[in-house]
């Protein structure tokens, strides 16, 4: 299940204060490796570590990482600061957070208090690399906006990983960030979506909130096998608590899978089948062929009847992000390969501004 093996590190690529990159040599080769500082402690040069090596043993898209699950230097290791809610329970990897809801935090009340995200937008996505895009054309439109980020367990657990969200916190370009059910490692940590929707809106005070997966997602070709399904629920739950749900739909004319040709199979399942309320759905338009096959796909569906479907030229949003600093990259394709995709989660963005600034009519529901 699990592939284990003994590295010794030979050099520090990158040190925060909850994660350092390192390399270490295993069998006699160099290899990355990361080690996520509050788990197993600090790092140096020339200490000894167990590694899990498995996803780069089945050369999975892990971006070339090995994980340190122990420094043999160090072992040992206590907890410190308050908070009894455990992530990734009953797992020798077991962690306590203070959960922002919990009996002992000082949010705690704020749960008990709270009435409605008052149509507050949220921005749902299914793939971490859609975050970019959605960050970068918000600010464009409004520099004053307060935007948090709500990172779900569906992919990468702890926070740490995503070098963006670091680069996008650090420069202040997000007023905080959530992470909910067994993902770790935000300002916040709540124990699900709901909670994580109100933490956002009541403590961070947000005026838009981005939910999405960490990096990494799984499918398996299947219809209901991948783990942007979770979409569909987070759409239902910001209905639910009185948000308005803005879903990212995943178009791509450059993945040669022809499953994600077009409007991704992943999102036709979700918005067709699996949320039970409407959201807003933003489609740019794009050249003739590729808007015919988008609505070929759409009229094979209930997609138009059961959401708030918006067709809208995008041709500002593709300037905002040639001009970002931000190197953006899905599925390892960069925006020049993929300019339909970052575009698409860019007018999400778009119409949120809207909603906000009260250009665009509130989802009829």
Known sequence: MMNIKYGRVTEVIIK??????????????????????????????????????????????????????????????????????????????????????????????????????????????????????????????????????????????????????????????LCGTVTIGHAFGGDLECVNIYNGLI?????????????????????????????????????????NLGGTPIAIPRISFADQRPRHQGISHHSITVLDMICKTPAIVGIPIFDDTKHQCIKNQLNQTMIEQKHQVIFKKSDDIQDFLVASPIKMKTMGRGLDQEMEFFTTAGLSAKLANELLTGRLCKLVR
């Open 199 to 239: 933490a956002a809106k009541e403590i961070l005070k947000a005026d838009i909130t981005i939910v999405t997966m960490g990096p990494g997602i799984v499918g398996t070709g299947t219809k209901y096998g991948f783990t942007g399904i979770e979409q569909g629920n987070i759409i239902d739950a910001v209905t």
């Open 16 to 173: 925060r204060q909850n994660i350092t990159e390192v390399y270490v040599v295993v069998e006699e080769k160099k290899q990355k490796a990361i080690n996520y500082n509050h788990l197993t402690g600090e790092i140096q040069i020339g200490d000894s570590v167990l590694l899990n090596t498995t996803a780069i043993d089945l050369a999975l898209g892990t971006g070339g990482y090995h994980f340190i699950i122990c420094n043999l230097n160090h072992p040992e290791k206590a907890t410190d600061g308050s908070g009894h809610i455990m992530k990734l329970r009953y797992t020798p990897y077991q962690l306590k957070v203070l959960a922002a809801e919990e009996q002992d935090s000082e949010h705690h009340q704020v749960f008990h208090d709270f009435e409605s995200l008052y149509n507050m937008p949220v921005i749902i996505g299914t793939l971490h690399s859609m975050l970019a895009p959605v960050v970068e054309t918000l600010l464009a439109l409004d520099n004053t906006i307060r935007i948090a980020y709500v990172m779900t367990d569906g992919a990468a657990l702890p926070l740490a990983l995503s070098n963006l969200v670091y680069d996008l916190r650090t420069s202040n370009k």
